[in-house]
């Protein structure tokens, strides 16, 4: 009897101790406990170095038919916000060879905020507009590129609306809606062979 | 003059721009076009065109100082000379010059009970359409203009009148008061020329062959002319009548631009005009342009063209863009509704609302959420999309993500069904050629009428608010 409370004492302890050891941790590394699951995280570097975490990026393919994810390194962000603006300056960059930038070069972060039910708001400069090759398939690779960056890396992030020099928009150059936040879509990362609907 | 009906030879020099000299000594007459010479003589009734002899039903006449030459020396001699095609048509008195299309059209109208029947024979067989507005039909025929002998009507109750119409090339018939419904058909007659048929048919309490049963297709191609040829309804309720055809960007928003420096917005304007023309001749549907010029019009606004003119079909027209020149080939995109989520699924499923009117009663309305109105017609809308792109297949090159559902602006809003054609990326040197010459563009407009065709027939009476 003593022995069967011993042994239930001893577990609601490791319970309890577990639960303050995530609840003390976890506030402190908002961003690498989620990007975790979906891409491998690596370790932190040395202490003074900048810390990267692995993210998955997303860029047009050699035949320009699809839009792969592409694991690249990006800087940590210390809050969820700062983490998605890393990912999205990253996103926003030269494309790794042999791919090419969905997104026109030179386009500018200008903000970003994360509102209460998930949905991220991406403030771009109007470079995005003036310096955009226009067309159906530029605009939507444009568009999930961004959407998907933040979705696929911050699970936290539901749903994603682009804005452009602080404002909302009906599209980038006469497509794709933009007037609400647009969630993860994956069915451009690659071409199915068959039925590619 | 003497039982022939004569020219003076100083009217045709100068419509010809031909120079006559008489030769007063040798009694004739030389008559020069270019470095050609006609050789006439005063009282013979042949003629000698640059030394081959033609033979003419009378010889020139003089009167006065004017010489005249029979008719007949139009088309035998002097087209001969001229070079060129020149065609005389005594019974209208018609001289024709060049390769102009001016069809020869006689048209007579029987009573046959409850109906009226107009025969119309068109020599040359013609290209033509047969289009309602409002008290009247009006055919079309592609021609510069008709040498057209109309009949006085025999059964004003059913045909009040048959007169030219108002463009050059066109009939109308006025209709009388017994007119309910009209019916056309078309065969083909002996040497190249046609039969139009159309029947003005009154209201009987009896009801006509139902227009919802689908009507026999008549063979256009069968050799024989029937005496009663099998009718086609050209007008059962439920059919397309009107499409909305959106040239994509314009004005400030040039779309994609090709390396060579074409631009989208030139081409879409470009395909749409040749669009319209095809479907309005060749299927009688009223098309819209949402822009005729180059005009900067919201997304918005194409869309409520749409809307506002009831159209049945919405088809908006693009060139690709992509930072990979090698990429080429069309699309086809119809709208998703995965990104709209709850919205999209109460729009897709709105039910008619029972409100009560003034005077007693209630009325069904339907309320349409606006901005998500394609809601209602995405199956359509994928059928629209099948259809389209099975006959650009056929045609030109497609590219390997050929039918694709996107958000797009632009058609969320159509209250019909809709669809966007990307015809190919201008961004790919030898697309942006293609995309500019009129053989490709001729093929996307050829595509787009068979699909268009394909798809009213499948859903001929059927054609309701769709995807329910």
Do not use: C
Not at chain 1, 75 to 98: C, N, T, W
Not at chain 1, 126 to 146: C, P
Not at chain 2, 221 to 237: C, F, G, K, R, Y
């Amino acid at each position: 009897m003593i022995r069967r409370m011993a042994i239930g004492a001893l577990v609601v302890l490791v319970v309890v101790a577990l639960i303050w050891a995530i609840a003390a941790i976890a506030p402190r590394l908002p961003v690498r406990s989620q990007p975790a699951a979906a891409s491998p995280a690596t370790a932190p570097a040395a202490p003074g170095a900048e810390r990267r975490i692995t993210a998955t990026l997303y860029y047009v393919s050699e035949d320009g038919l699809s839009l792969p994810g592409v694991q690249r390194e990006v800087a940590f962000g210390d809050s969820i916000g700062e983490q998605a603006r890393r990912i999205v300056e990253a996103q926003l960059a030269d494309a790794p060879r042999p791919y090419a930038s969905a997104v026109p070069a030179g386009t500018s972060l200008r903000a970003l905020f994360i509102g209460e039910r998930g949905e991220a708001f991406v403030d771009l400069g109007g470079e995005i507009r003036t310096k955009h090759s226009g067309g159906s398939l530029a605009e939507i690779f444009t568009t999930y590129a961004i959407v998907n960056a933040l979705t696929v890396n911050l699970p936290a992030i539901t749903r994603v609306q682009i804005l452009i020099d602080g404002k909302e928009v009906d599209t980038l150059a006469g497509h794709v809606d933009l007037r609400h936040p647009l969630q993860k879509n994956l069915k451009w990362t690659e071409l199915q062979t068959d039925n590619d609907k | 003059m003497a039982g022939q009906e004569m020219f003076a030879l100083d009217d045709l020099a100068r419509l010809f721009n031909v120079t006559v000299r008489e030769d007063a000594a040798a009694g004739g007459l030389t008559v020069t076009a270019g470095t050609q010479t006609i050789v006439l003589s005063a009282g013979q009734s042949l003629a000698s065109v640059s030394g081959r002899l033609v033979s003419l039903p009378a010889p020139p006449v003089r009167e006065g100082r004017t010489w005249y030459v029979p008719v007949d020396f139009v088309p035998r001699a002097l087209a001969l000379a001229v070079g060129g095609k020149v065609e005389l048509r005594k019974p209208s008195r018609l001289i024709l010059v060049g390769d102009i299309r001016v069809p020869r059209i006689v048209g007579r109208i029987e009573p046959l009970g409850n109906l009226a029947r107009l025969t119309v024979d068109v020599s040359p067989a013609t290209p033509h359409t047969v289009t309602q507005e409002g008290t009247r039909l009006t055919v079309r025929f592609e021609a510069d203009g008709l040498d057209a002998a109309l009949p006085a009507t025999t059964s004003p109750d059913f045909i009040a009148n048959v007169r030219p119409g108002d463009g050059p090339a066109t009939i109308a018939i006025d209709l009388g008061p017994r007119f309910s419904s009209f019916r056309t058909v078309d065969t083909p007659g002996d040497r190249g020329t046609s039969r139009l048929v159309i029947d003005v048919i009154a209201q009987t309490t009896e009801p006509q062959p139902s227009p919802s049963t689908p009507t026999p297709t008549p063979t256009p191609t069968a050799p024989q002319v029937p005496e009663t040829p099998p009718l086609i309804d050209l007008a059962p309720a439920g059919t397309l009548r009107a499409i909305v055809i959106d040239a994509g960007h314009g004005g400030a928003e040039e779309g994609a631009k090709g390396p060579g420096g074409a631009l989208e917005k030139q081409v879409t304007l470009s395909v749409a005009r040749r669009l319209k023309a095809a479907l309005e001749s060749r299927l009688g549907l009223r098309v819209i342009l949402t822009r005729d010029g180059d005009t900067t019009i919201g997304l918005d606004e194409r869309a409520a063209v749409a809307n506002n003119n009831k159209a049945d079909l919405f088809v908006s027209l693009h060139a690709n863009a992509s930072p990979r020149a090698a990429i080429s080939g069309a699309q086809v995109f119809y709208l998703s509704l995965d990104e709209y989520g709850d919205a999209a699924e109460r729009a897709a499923h709105t039910e008619s609302e029972s409100l009560p009117v003034f005077g007693g009663g209630s009325r069904d309305i339907e309320l349409i959420l606006w901005d998500m109105a394609q809601a209602r017609y995405i199956k359509e809308s994928a059928a629209l999309a099948q259809s389209v792109e099975a006959s650009l297949r056929q045609r030109i090159p497609m590219n390997a993500r050929a039918i694709q559902q996107a958000p797009f602006r632009v058609l969320v809003g159509a209250n019909m069904p809709a669809v966007l054609v990307e015809m190919g990326f201008i961004t790919n040197p030898g697309q942006e050629k293609q995309l500019q010459s009129d053989e490709f563009q001729n093929q996307i407009v050829q595509s787009l009428v068979e699909s268009i065709t394909r798809f009213r027939d499948a859903h001929s009476g059927s054609h309701q608010a769709g995807g329910r």
